[in-house]
């Protein structure tokens, strides 16, 4: 492998935010595509982050660092590789739903969604169904995230799910869903496409919708 | 009369060393044997006491108390029982072996089998095995009691069972043994003829070896 | 800005007030004033007199002026260092500081592969060694068993001679009599490189025990005469039991126990004024109901931080004792019994903690048990590290930064400190369920095993000096000529 797509591996595992941009640089300098950069460059990178994580072996604070320096190449390489018309990984859009002010849950969600290639459109908190429904006919994103902390708001990721078919989107998006509260079997009875436990494993099923 | 019997019991139950005295000096007067206040009094008294310890309903200073009172029973009692020619659990020479200062595990023992009935002579720590054997030439008894707290002076137990043997005296007693690091195996090994893991069963395991004798 | 950056303390227990601690000193001193000890060696009664002390037969009494001098001879603060210079591994003694290693001498050992209990044998050494060389909360060794199958008289030798190849950390180094002792040491200064050498960095600490209550045996004079003759760093450890060798109160154990202790101390500073001197021991109680000495007893931790209290009030460095279980088999009580009383030694700041990965009373030795209290200890010291206050740990600026509903995971302070203001477990398990349910619904036992096996099928200790090698063999080829001989 070429000593540049190393070097963005290796700053993507350290988390060298700062170097992201004229790494990125310099590989599409040295005539490498945006979708190499991406394949042979980030993804290898994060995907070392993903399984130190999951060995204990690297924490959350330096996996957001990786997720964050993923994103700073991605925002260079991302115009690129839609120009050429190349596989992104996809975009998502994601909330905390209605009556419900939990945010940090989903931020995490977003930045491991984010350094695992999606394009993620956080659209904040306390969002009513009729917000998520909008945010898909303006981003037209692959999957939507909805996370809820509390037995009594969890129950407005069915009203949302009902709110997008009524709409006529069910069918345009995968529909993920987390948070303490919901299991596997909420997942299935409210007719969610899936359920993570924690951000890693969403990062994971998400990626899983688009490949 | 059951009724002093059942004081005796009592008395040695709750460990009042003065009470039985006075009842074992009573019961005498009013003429009943000293088997009878023996065996339907004392003896009854410790077999509850060791049913009680063994449950966890008695601790060790309590059975020490009842074990002192059947000691002040049997002082008044063994010598009119020796008289009478009546059957008697016998005498332990008791010691810690040579080497070994540690005094404590071997006093639990000694005062354990006294209270099951034994008479004991207690020989001390750091005791050589030529001082048990002029022990039992100087006391008859029907058993040794050795301990050793040490993995270095247990060793000193083999010594004395050897001596034994070559004094000839090995066939007049049973030995038995204990100790924190002795087990059953050593104690075959060294060929002592029983072994006990705490005071209880030391006492236990004298009240077998005469009566197996 | 603020200022008040001086007092540093963590956190830690004091169990006794001064006025009480003032009341203990004054009966210790009365004791071996008035009731004094018995002293069976003819050379230490002679250094004794020599001192100052009141020789009748065996029996000795110490005016207190005497043993004031000789408290005030013994250092506070010193150090034991590592054999391979790895100062990681060096156990700075001194005010604060709380160290724990395993203990020595039980007769069963729980087998590494089938978990049974059964006699400790000298293949079972190397193996304690290197546990304790890997576990990071593991700062000094003991052997954790009697070696039942050399010569009996050679346990002890046998043990450092398996333990000292197998750990840089340093031994706590027990033996049966002076000729153990020097071939002990013999090996100890090799690594060292001489006698000098070793007196600059001690690399080992002796140690060796009197009688409850208040008898010094021969055994144990020689040993503490040979170690003080040698400058090497010496703990004097009685293990009186409440209720059967000393008192039954905490109070009465105490006053006892380190009068048999300072005995001892006495003699050492007369042969070698300064010698590092550890008072101790282990302090418990009889169980009035099992007979057994109880290493699970609360009374235990209470006695321990009591006397910690005493050694440190008079500047002594404490042995202490912990992370011990009356169970038989690594169980919920055995993680309980061992947890709390780390806690609670780490709490009282004792200096070396002891026995930990004892199990049965101290009758069966468990690397099971020890590789679960390395756990506890890390936990303990966590606590015991406590909070530091300071304008950058205060962090108003950056609550400032982030504000109402913001978060702090991207925040430079939180990347900061968040390795060093957390400690990590190595065992216990905080994934949510899924992810232990894909893990196989693993048990802290199951973890535990694991992790014992994995230590001892990849860690590699430093190794020693090839001449020390060398040294090694010899001293056990002269000792088994020496007992063949017997």
């Not at chain 1, 042979?40 to 070392?48: A, E, F, I, N, W």
């Not at chain 1, 330096?62 to 990984?89: C, F, K, Q, Y």
């Not at chain 2, 060791?50 to 309590?62: H, I, L, S, T």
């Not at chain 2, 060793?155 to 070559?166: S, V, Y």
């Amino acid at each position: 492998m070429s000593d540049i797509l190393a070097e963005l591996s290796t700053a993507v595992i350290e988390g060298n935010v700062d170097d992201m941009a004229d790494l990125t640089e310099d590989a599409l300098d040295e005539d490498f595509s945006a979708q190499d950069i991406l394949d042979k460059g980030l993804m290898p990178g994060m995907d070392h982050v993903g399984v130190e994580f999951k060995a204990g072996n690297m924490f959350v604070p330096e996996v957001l660092r990786s997720a964050r320096a993923m994103h700073n190449s991605m925002d260079l390489i991302r115009p690129l590789l839609a120009e050429s018309g190349a596989s992104m990984t996809g975009k998502m859009i994601i909330g905390t739903v209605k009556g419900d002010l939990h945010d940090i849950g989903k931020n995490l969600v977003g930045m491991m969604c984010e350094g695992a290639g999606f394009e993620v459109e956080d659209i904040g908190k306390n969002i009513e169904p009729e917000a998520f429904v909008e945010a898909v006919k303006k981003y037209e994103p692959n999957i939507i995230g909805m996370s809820a902390l509390l037995t009594t708001t969890m129950r407005s990721m069915e009203h949302t799910i009902k709110a997008l078919e009524e709409a006529g989107l069910r069918d345009k998006v995968k529909v993920i869903i987390g948070g303490a509260p919901v299991t596997q079997t909420f997942s299935d009875q409210i007719g969610a496409d899936g359920y993570a436990s924690n951000a890693a494993s969403a990062a994971e099923l998400a990626k899983s919708f688009v490949n | 009369m059951s009724d002093i019997y059942e004081r005796l019991a009592t008395g040695i139950l709750e460990g009042e060393a003065e009470k039985i005295t006075k009842l074992v000096n009573r019961g005498l007067k009013k003429g009943l044997s000293a088997k009878e206040l023996l065996d339907n009094g004392l003896i009854v008294g410790m077999d509850e006491v060791g049913v009680r310890f063994k449950r966890g309903d008695m601790f060790v200073p309590e059975v020490l108390m009842s074990a002192d009172s059947m000691a002040a029973g049997m002082t008044i009692l063994r010598p009119i029982l020796i008289e009478s020619g009546a059957e008697m659990l016998g005498k332990i020479v008791m010691g810690t072996v040579k080497g070994d200062l540690h005094d404590i595990g071997k006093n639990l023992v000694s005062m354990m089998c006294e209270g099951a009935g034994f008479e004991i002579v207690n020989l001390g720590f750091n005791v050589d095995p030529e001082t048990f054997i002029e022990a039992i030439k100087e006391h008859q008894p029907a058993i040794v009691g050795m301990s050793a707290m040490l993995t270095t002076t247990m060793r000193a137990m083999g010594h004395t069972i050897k001596a034994l043997e070559e004094a000839g005296l090995r066939d007049q007693v049973k030995v038995m043994v204990g100790g924190a690091p002795v087990d059953k195996e050593f104690s075959d090994a060294i060929g002592s003829d029983g072994y006990g893991s705490n005071a209880p069963s030391g006492a236990e395991l004298a009240k077998q070896l005469v009566s197996a004798a | 800005m603020r200022g008040n950056y001086k007092v540093n303390s963590g956190t830690r227990f004091r169990m006794l007030s001064d006025d009480q601690l003032e009341e203990l000193l004054g009966g210790v001193l009365h004791l071996l004033e008035y009731t004094g000890l018995e002293v069976h060696h003819e050379e230490s009664l002679e250094i004794l007199k020599k001192a100052g002390a009141w020789v009748d037969g065996k029996r000795v009494r110490i005016p207190s002026y005497l043993v004031r001098k000789s408290l005030e001879l013994a250092p506070r603060s010193f150090t034991i260092f590592s054999r391979d210079g790895n100062s990681e591994n060096d156990i700075i003694i001194g005010p604060g500081r709380a160290h724990f290693g395993p203990g020595p001498t039980c007769p069963n050992f729980i087998d590494i592969e089938s978990m049974d209990r059964r006699p400790y044998v000298k293949s079972d050494v190397p193996n304690v060694a290197k546990m304790v060389d890997a576990l990071p909360n593991i700062d000094f060794c003991e052997s954790l068993g009697t070696v039942d199958d050399v010569h009996h008289d050679l346990g002890a030798l046998y043990e450092f001679a398996g333990m000292f190849p197998n750990t840089s950390k340093p031994i706590v180094a027990w033996s049966y009599d002076k000729d153990d002792s020097a071939g002990i040491h013999e090996i100890a200064i090799a690594e060292a490189g001489g006698q000098d050498a070793f007196e600059k960095r001690p690399n080992y600490v002796h140690y060796c025990e009197p009688l409850s209550p208040l008898i010094s045996t021969g055994e144990a004079l020689d040993k503490l005469i040979f170690a003080a003759t040698n400058r090497i760093p010496l703990i004097f450890t009685p293990c009186p039991i409440a209720g059967g060798t000393a008192p039954v109160t905490a109070a009465g154990i105490i006053t006892q126990g380190a009068a048999e202790s300072w005995m001892g101390l006495v003699i050492a500073q007369a042969i070698q004024p300064g010698l590092p001197f550890f008072m101790g021991g282990v302090f418990s109680v009889m169980d009035m109901s099992a007979m057994i000495l109880s290493y699970g007893a609360p009374e235990l931790s209470l006695m321990m931080a009591g006397l910690t209290d005493l050694a440190h009030y008079v500047g002594l460095p404490l042995w202490q004792t912990g992370g011990c279980t009356d169970s038989k088999t690594f169980d919920e009580q055995a993680i309980i019994e061992g947890s709390l009383s780390v806690f609670f030694s780490a709490l009282s700041g004792g200096d070396m903690t002891h026995d930990v990965g004892y199990t049965e009373s101290a009758m069966t030795g468990s690397v099971f048990q020890l590789c679960a209290m390395d756990e506890a200890i890390g936990y303990s010291r966590r606590i015991t590290h406590g909070i530091e206050v300071t304008e950058e740990t205060l962090a108003v600026k950056v609550i400032d930064n982030v504000g109402p509903n913001g978060h702090y995971l991207r925040e430079q302070h939180t990347r900061d400190h968040y390795k060093t203001e957390y400690w990590y477990p190595n065992l216990c398990n905080r994934r949510n369920y899924e992810e232990w349910e894909e893990d196989g619904k693993k048990t802290m036992k199951d973890r535990t095993v694991a992790r014992v096996h994995e230590i001892l099928a990849t860690h590699k200790p430093t190794p020693i000096k090839p001449e020390t090698e060398e040294v090694i063999k010899k001293v056990l080829a002269e000792a088994e000529e020496r007992v063949k001989e017997d």
